[in-house]
């Protein structure tokens, strides 16, 4: 029984970790100062979360800054996230960019924003409070040049 444990966590751990891979590699087709080869709206996994990528551009396409709302029907109805996604979300982006975030809280505006800089770029992510564990709130993630 203990081996067969063994074997099955460890398969666990090997497609989170192709999965993770995956996830990186699709995300970082898009680099802002590149030009945007494609559609400005891109349905996909970051972090685990499915989700649209919305890619600005200036008038010449060239990439300026990209956000990613959680969405299940390809971004016409953000979905909210429940705190343990977030959680696994924030780590992803802090392997991705191997920094850790700085928190902020507004407490007015019951949010949390967590921000750090990388190549140029402020990397922001935006989450309402969440009431609980197992509650529900919206998550924005923000890419802007500097």
């Given at each position: 029984?203990?081996?067969?444990?063994?074997?099955?966590?460890?398969?666990l751990?090997?497609?989170?970790?192709?999965?993770?891979?995956l996830?990186?590699?699709e995300?970082?087709?898009?680099?802002?100062g590149?030009?945007?080869?494609g559609?400005?709206?891109?349905?996909?996994?970051?972090?685990?979360?499915?989700?649209?990528?919305?890619?600005?551009?200036?008038?010449?396409?060239?990439i300026?800054?990209?956000?990613?709302?959680?969405s299940?029907?390809?971004?016409?109805?953000?979905?909210?996230?429940?705190?343990?996604d977030f959680?696994?979300?924030?780590?992803?982006?802090?392997?991705?960019?191997?920094?850790?975030?700085e928190r902020?809280?507004?407490?007015?505006?019951?949010?949390?924003?967590?921000?750090?800089?990388?190549?140029?770029?402020?990397?922001?992510?935006?989450?309402?409070?969440?009431?609980?564990?197992?509650?529900?709130?919206?998550?924005?993630?923000?890419?802007?040049?500097?």
């Open positions: 029984m203990n081996r067969v444990f063994k074997t099955i966590v460890l398969l751990v090997i497609q989170i970790s192709y999965s993770t891979v996830y990186a590699q995300f970082s087709d898009y680099k802002i590149e030009k945007l080869e559609k400005d709206m891109v349905n996909m996994d970051i972090g685990g979360l499915p989700g649209t990528l919305f890619i600005y551009t200036h008038k010449n396409k060239v300026r800054s990209m956000g990613f709302v959680p299940r029907d390809g971004g016409i109805n953000p979905s909210k996230v429940m705190k343990g959680i696994r979300f924030k780590s992803f982006m802090e392997q991705y960019y191997q920094s850790g975030f902020t809280i507004d407490t007015a505006q019951k949010k949390q924003h967590y921000k750090l800089k990388y190549n140029g770029c402020n990397v922001v992510i935006t989450i309402d409070e969440f009431d609980g564990d197992f509650s529900y709130s919206s998550l924005v993630f923000m890419i802007n040049k500097i």
